[in-house]
């Protein structure tokens, strides 16, 4: 049985916490989760809403209709109602408003009467919910305890008060087996560059790369630095590489703007380089908390004269975690720069996560001189025409053997058998899985963008009677790589509203690129 539960609120009210409960509820009968998040760029008022996702089978996608609504505030029975399926659940907080339909609760009432805290609404709420789904007062409290460290009695007092004034209207199965943790994208990134034996972090706080700081500054082991800006960030990466410290930066696409002189230093100076690119709705500002895949020619194409680079495109936690290790591995292995390349929805979205093991490979040792000039293999700087050219040729050659290694990597992934080809990259991995499960079609996703898997993508690619191409961009952006190599796409489907797609009109777009 699969339930699409979605939590709203004004931000400030706790929303996002709720959300994260609910995951662990439910994940806690032995279901898999995906938790969508959506917030406007407000401290407090506007709206926020999770979109928690849960079936027995892995999960990644965001579906229209909703089978249970909890609604902190007016606004969000308003925005969301429509959606609600026809025997779908809408329990609603009856401060704000009092309708003639729904399950109501008064939070505020809730929360006085157990001695709590305004904010402890969310807690009522999720109790409250807890009870509706069928679920047992024990292991609801199990939980709660473990999920709320800080005031855990009072909550415990406010959820009990809760739970005790709703009634049970569905029957949720325990389907069993041990909860998965539950992490975000960001956090996925984060311990797979650990686990690939990074002990330094730096960023200048940015949407939505942020979680990777945040997460890493409580991790015994690592240092995780906060800088002034992105030029002290990367600066001080290149210094802590070269003291011979695995070390990755976190940013978005404003940030690595300001950063693209310094990609070109550490292709210089053979420096490692690995960077974390969230991308989020541009150009500009843009819409900061909203998600695009505009970064890609960019992250290919940054930084000036012939440099090459390591760039991978994960498409959900466990690929983040496995790929953000890759890269900090190819990085120190090669001397080179690596690019991460996110977007909002998988770096601030939740998922169910099964950790792999990962090989951490010790790179050789960094030499002890560097500079941004060229030079010879002593690390002295030169201009001899001779020796400009042979250390050219080195790189060039470094770049060979990566790519060579990487051959056998799967730098190019394939889903199902069938003569059309759905074709997409990066998050919208979870979405087009669930959109072409009833089509008989070949989805292919490309993993690695530099060194671009041509050959790869020619044989998977090849003889196929449509091409159609699924991103979140106005350009075609992978589209056009594909393009280049001599492959021709039939058609581009394409959103770049800041949205992710959902299951269903997905769905509907192919099926029509198919007729």
Same mark, same amino acid.
């Given at each position: 049985?699969?339930?699409?539960?979605?939590?709203?609120?004004?931000?400030?009210?706790?929303?996002?916490? &709720?959300?994260?409960?609910?995951?662990?509820?439910?994940?806690?009968? !032995?279901?898999?989760?995906?938790?969508? /998040?959506?917030?406007? %760029?407000?401290?407090? #008022?506007?709206h926020n809403f999770s979109y928690i996702c849960v079936?027995?089978?892995?999960?990644? &996608?965001? +579906? /229209?209709?909703?089978?249970?609504?909890? &609604?902190? +505030?007016?606004?969000?029975v308003d925005r969301h109602e429509e959606k609600l399926k026809e025997e779908g659940v809408l329990i609603y907080n009856s401060d704000t408003e009092d309708l003639d339909r729904g399950v109501s609760v008064s939070l505020n009432n809730v929360v006085e009467k157990a001695e709590g805290t305004p904010i402890m609404k969310n807690t009522a709420l999720i109790a409250f919910f807890a009870k509706t789904m069928g679920m047992s007062w024990e292991k609801t409290e199990e939980v709660l305890r473990r999920e709320m460290p800080i005031e855990t009695e009072t909550n415990i007092r406010v959820a009990k008060e809760a739970f005790s004034r709703a009634e049970k209207i569905i029957e949720i199965e325990d389907i069993g087996g041990s909860p998965l943790p539950i992490i975000s994208g +960001? *956090?996925? @990134?984060?311990?797979?560059?650990?686990?690939?034996? $990074?002990?330094?972090?730096?960023?200048?706080?940015?949407t939505p790369s942020t979680g990777i700081l945040h997460f890493l500054s409580n991790v015994d082991g690592v240092t995780a630095t906060q800088m002034e800006s992105e030029l002290a960030v990367v600066s001080a990466a290149l210094g802590s590489a070269y003291s011979g410290r695995r070390t990755m930066v976190g940013t978005s696409g404003g940030g690595f703007a300001l950063m693209t002189e310094s990609v070109s230093f550490a292709a210089q100076a053979e420096l490692p380089l690995v960077i974390a690119l969230?991308?989020? $709705?541009?150009? !500009?500002?843009?819409v900061p908390t909203y998600t695009s895949q505009g970064d890609l020619l960019f992250a290919l194409y940054s930084g000036h004269g012939d440099l090459t680079r390591f760039v991978v495109a994960p498409g959900d936690a466990d690929e983040a975690f496995e790929l953000s290790a890759k890269a900090m591995n190819i990085s120190w292995k090669y001397k080179l720069p690596a690019i991460i390349l996110l977007d909002k929805e998988l770096s601030e979205n939740s998922y169910s996560f099964k950790k792999k093991e990962v090989e951490n490979i010790v790179g050789e040792n960094i030499p002890k001189k560097v500079t941004g000039?060229?030079?010879?293999?002593?690390?002295? %700087?030169?201009?001899?025409?001779? *020796?400009? /050219?042979? $250390?050219?040729?080195?790189?060039?050659?470094?770049?060979?053997?990566?790519?060579?290694?990487?051959?056998?990597?799967?730098?190019?992934?394939?889903?199902?058998?069938?003569?059309?080809?759905?074709?997409?990259?990066? %998050?919208?991995? #979870? @979405?087009?899985?669930?959109?072409?499960?009833?089509?008989?079609?070949?989805?292919v996703q490309i993993v690695v963008f530099q060194p671009f898997p041509k050959e790869m993508l020619l044989q998977v690619l090849g003889g196929a009677n449509r091409i159609i191409s699924v991103e979140n961009n106005m350009q075609g952006q992978a589209s056009s790589l594909v393009e280049n190599s001599g492959i021709s796409i039939d058609e581009k489907i394409l959103k770049y509203d800041g949205r992710p797609f959902t299951v269903e009109n997905l769905r509907e777009r192919i099926k029509k690129s198919l007729q």
């Open positions: 049985m699969q339930y699409n539960i979605l939590v709203g609120g004004a931000a400030g009210e706790g929303s996002k916490k &709720a959300g994260h409960l609910v995951a662990k509820l439910m994940s806690n009968y !032995g279901y898999r989760t995906f938790i969508h /998040e959506d917030y406007q %760029s407000l401290v407090k #008022g506007g079936s027995p089978e892995k999960i990644d &996608a965001v +579906n /229209e209709k909703l089978d249970v609504i909890l &609604a902190l +505030n007016k606004d969000t +960001n *956090e996925a @990134v984060a311990l797979g560059a650990i686990a690939a034996g $990074m002990s330094d972090f730096f960023a200048y706080p940015m969230s991308q989020r $709705m541009g150009p !500009g500002t843009g000039y060229e030079h010879n293999a002593d690390g002295i %700087s030169t201009e001899l025409k001779e *020796e400009v /050219e042979k $250390m050219q040729n080195k790189k060039e050659e470094k770049y060979q053997k990566m790519t060579e290694e990487l051959s056998s990597y799967p730098g190019v992934k394939t889903y199902g058998e069938g003569e059309d080809i759905v074709l997409f990259w990066g %998050s919208n991995k #979870g @979405v087009v899985l669930q959109a072409t499960k009833d089509f008989n079609v070949k989805v």
